[in-house]
């Protein structure tokens, strides 16, 4: 670290800063009093964090054992008792036919808060590379956003970007469990970057917002247990206690996203019951937590990536128990993302429209309360399927799900049959290469080959390359999927990412290193609970040696 590099004490505050100041907006979101919360969530819930971490890997070894995720039976009561249900919904929060997402970048805010969606879901997580400059401009980003002040000059558009009269709601999604900040520590160690995320995004506007009648609201990823979904909650209340605000200032959005977490939504619920809001199908961190929870069940291995869609029995079953659940309990129930994007070719367009239609229709006939779009193009679509669904309603709050067939753990954990090909193979690894190249640059969504790809869906796509090769699966043209073959393969698809971009992109770009650490974490005896995890430190060196 150079000469800018400053660590800082802050008297009682136990957090080093070592990160850099660059300026005085930096400074504002690091001010004293802002660290001196996320020190004293820090020392409250930093050690808790690392216990539920410990916890997955317990649960993990029992499934790698053999087991399989079900229902608990020590919380049987909670799921049997019908009386209780979470707090009512706050009234800017029952509205959320379609959401828009989108990393913290200044300019994609005001568009996607311009967007005509109901809520703008804005991602430090899946969508974002976790950089130092990249989470704290995303503070900044939010904190103008929220006081309406944000304004944008694209140099190169030669275009004015500010916000229109009636922006989006904004939610917020920090960082899961999972991933450090290594720009502040405690203790010596790094920080847990969800907290970061969360401590500074309500401390920056908490009082915003309340002068515009709103919550301080949060979308919350990957959560795996209720014991997670009630860490969580402690901190909601912790945070309300300390700045003296009422209790439900804060509202959350969880999203079931991890295989564990669908047997224990009712839980999760009532654990979270003076906070949550609604639940949300966050398919496709699913997708990758089903590869990563059953990976050692030869009978469970999923087909191509790109023959797994929401039509298939186990991720219809999720659909359904997740709207089930959420509407007995009184929370509202989102659906998740379908990954295609605008393309210019006007054909392609049609069938990225026609994608996207059948996949709304489906999650609106299922019960779900609203909807994701990758992209403002498609907010009028998928807004257009729920209102012809709603008639008029907002909602499905009255949704009768009593005709849907029981949701079993058989259902949930179906097989899925498919297809086992070559060339899935070879785009899973394409993707992998672009995916993590783009991401250890800074940029964490991308469009690849017409579809969005971010932390979730190249986690699919490196999950599925992995336990292929472990369990040496046979492809459809008769090989057997081994490690020489991966590499092989992958040291040819480097060739074709070379044509694709060029030489000079190639050469400017990380991909050899990308290839590198790909080649690592799919061929270790360990699978890598995270990619970003190993990701990460080409992501910081990067930042460190520009500074
Ligand atoms: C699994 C999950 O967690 S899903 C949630 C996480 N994923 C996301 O949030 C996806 C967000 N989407 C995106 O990042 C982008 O749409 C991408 C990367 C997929 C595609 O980006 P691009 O190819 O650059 O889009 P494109 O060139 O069509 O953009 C056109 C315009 O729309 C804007 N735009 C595109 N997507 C978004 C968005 N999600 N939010 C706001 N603005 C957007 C662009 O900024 C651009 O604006 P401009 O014309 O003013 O310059
Ligand atoms: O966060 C959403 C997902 O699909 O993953
Ligand atoms: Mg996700």
Redesign the pocket.
Known sequence: MNSETILEKQGSVCIDVIGTKKNTEYAHILSKDACKFLSALVTQFAARRDELLDLREVRQAEFDGGALPGFRQDTQRIRDDKSWKVSSIPGPLQDRRVE????VDR??VI??LN?DAKVF?C?F???SAPSWDNMINGQINLRDANNRSISYY?MD?N?H?QLNDDPALLIARPRGIHLPEEHIHYNGRAIPGCLMDFALYFFHNYQTRAKQGLGVYYYIPKLESMEEAQWWDDIFSFTEAYFGVSTGTIRATILIETLPAVFQMDEILYAMRDHIVAMNC?R??YIFSYIKTLKNHPDRILPDRHEVGMDKAFLNAYSQLLVRTCHQRGALAMGG?SAF??NNDPQIMQNVLDKVVEDKRRESKNGHDGT?V????LVATAMDVFNQHLKGKVNQLGFDSSAVDEVSAARLLEPCSGGRNQAGVRKNIRIALYYIEAWIQGVG???IYGL?E????AEISRASIWQWIHHGVKLDDGQVFTTALFRTWLTQELDTIKAEVGEARFDKGRFLETARLFDEISTSAEFAPFLTLPSYPLLLGENLNQK
């Open positions: 828009i997402t989108g990393p300019k994609m568009n996607a967007s879901m991602c997580e899946d969508a694209d558009k275009k970007y966050g496709w961190d993302m994007i605008p994701w990758a992209h403002p193009h969504c991308v469009p969005m971010d932390a979730a869906t």
